[in-house]
């Protein structure tokens, strides 16, 4: 593997000449006999589009580039800086992983939406499987051997968000931050061709600690939908009734759980980090930037004053850019990003 210097011609225009690139990610994503029919359908031929819950999310006809970019602005941000295939592909696999987040999270009845991720992780499974339809995603995972036991990981964790408890531990709750967020960067890693057993470990580091800033960021949210993602340990070793996540005193009292997640967090992202440069050389900068930017709604979180349940913590774009420029001073010590003061600077 190269050396950990990232020069700009090497991941602006550098990618996998080693593989033809046939996906086109302008065709609705899961569009059933062709783009021009708009049509989602599970691959076994029944009408999926006919599911009350895939039609609640905006994306389930829109290609994929278009799902990034108005989807997941934070990620979308760092993916500008990967070379235009490598860019297609990672959003069609953004767009089908993000669905399926819809489903979940869709205002229908809990058995409708069962169903719907049922059908889905069953017919894309069997897509794989037999070859039989050449549709973005499933091309993906036909192309690069990708395993579907990420898919059916990914599945599960969503299942598990409708049949919602409280985690006990933190190794329950990473476990589902593993299964919703670190299956998205292994099946990333699989198409960059990373096999390294220390690579993978790290990038299944890095998924953790993006949704536990997700979680950090989502927890007034979640509370509203009746899921408390903060593990009752945390919960128990500072003293804080889980009652009290109901009323107006929970911004208060909850500023030292959160802290505690959010330096959890960090120690994540310094282990997902140290695994950039085992990572191909266009996705290291890339790939780097984009923990810096998620890591950094920590920052605004702290800024909110640990309001988490009246004000939406983001970075702004003008932060975004000067965190950019930031981390390409420091992008040979990826790990160094994360201890860096980021928190004591003001920046709007």
């Known amino acids: 593997m190269p050396g950990n210097g990232v020069g700009i011609e090497d991941w602006e225009g550098r990618a996998t000449e080693d593989r033809p690139r046939t996906v086109d990610e302008n065709m609705p994503w899961v569009a059933f006999q062709g783009a021009e029919t708009h049509a989602v359908a599970a691959w076994d031929g029944d009408a999926l589009a006919l599911l009350p819950a895939v039609r609640t999310s905006p994306w389930w006809n829109v290609p994929a580039p278009q799902v990034l970019r108005r989807a997941g602005r934070t990620f979308a941000f760092a993916t500008r800086l990967f070379p235009r295939d490598v860019r297609g592909e990672i959003a069609v696999l953004y767009s089908f992983c993000r669905l399926a987040d819809d489903i979940a999270d869709a205002d229908l009845p809990v058995d409708e939406r069962l169903y719907a991720l049922d059908r889905l992780e069953e017919g894309f499974a069997r897509a794989v499987e037999t070859g039989r339809d050449l549709l973005p995603a499933v ?18 964790g969503f299942r598990s968000d409708l049949r ?10 990473r476990t589902y931050c593993y299964r919703v967020a670190s299956t998205v960067g ?12 220390g690579a993978l470990a790290r990038a299944e580091a890095l998924g953790v600690a ?6 950090v960021r989502d927890v007034g949210e979640d509370r509203n939908r009746g899921r408390i993602y903060l593990p009752l340990e945390w919960l128990d070793r500072y003293g804080v009734s889980p ?8 911004p208060a009292v909850l500023v030292p759980v959160l802290e505690h997640a959010m330096q959890t967090a960090d120690h994540h992202y310094r282990s997902g980090l140290e695994g950039v440069p085992l990572l191909p050389t266009f996705a290291r900068f890339p790939v780097g930037l984009a923990a810096v930017l998620y890591r950094d709604i920590h920052t605004s979180v702290r800024a909110n004053g ?20 930031r981390a ?21």
């Open 306 to 325: 640990y309001d988490v349940f009246n004000r939406r913590a983001h970075t702004t774009l003008p932060r975004k850019l000067w965190l950019t420029l």
């Open 328 to 348: 390409w001073r420091h992008r040979r010590q990826p790990a160094a990003l994360v201890a860096l003061p980021a928190d004591t600077i003001s920046f709007t």
């Open 164 to 173: 919602h408890s409280q985690p006990a531990t933190f190794a329950d709750l």
């Open 139 to 156: 091309e993906l995972f036909a192309r690069y051997a990708i395993p579907l036991r990420y898919v059916h990981e990914m599945f599960e």
């Open 243 to 250: 009652s009290v996540l109901q009323t107006p005193d929970a």
């Open 186 to 197: 292994l099946m990333l890693s699989r198409i960059w061709r990373v096999d390294d057993a």
């Open 210 to 215: 993006m949704q536990l800033t997700n979680i």
